[in-house]
Nanobody, 121 residues
């Protein structure tokens, strides 16, 4: 079936960098987009960044200029380079895959289990 696996989270100090990776496996006919969302305790899940198969990228306002998303379509893998990390970036980061499986006729969103990013002062 489908498996979405994130990696790269951890504990870092403010101002440092971190790189997240997410690999999607499954019998996808196509993947329309891959992206990252995050959720901090007591807050709603929010978009961090996503990238479409065409290469078009979107970023949440709070991370523009600091984070960069990239994708390897051949490997169904998406990366998130996070620079100049701030305390408010602390959250669980979830990988999202918008794709269509060969057994389905509609695209669905598939989610990873999340990876914790903690930024300390």
């Amino acid at each position: 079936q489908v498996h979405v696996e994130e990696s790269g989270g951890g504990l870092v100090q403010a101002g440092e960098s971190l790189r997240l990776s997410c690999a999607a496996s499954g019998s996808f006919i196509s993947i329309r987009a891959m992206g990252w969302y995050r959720q901090a305790p007591g807050k709603q899940r929010e978009l961090v960044a996503d990238i479409r198969s065409s290469g078009t990228k979107n970023y949440g306002n709070s991370v523009k200029g600091r984070f960069t998303i990239s994708r390897d379509n051949a490997k169904n893998t998406v990366y998130l380079q996070m620079n100049s990390l701030k305390l408010e970036d602390t959250a669980v980061y979830y990988c999202n895959v918008e794709g269509r499986l060969e057994t389905e006729i509609v695209t669905f969103d598939y989610w990873g289990q999340g990876t914790q990013v903690t930024v300390s002062s």
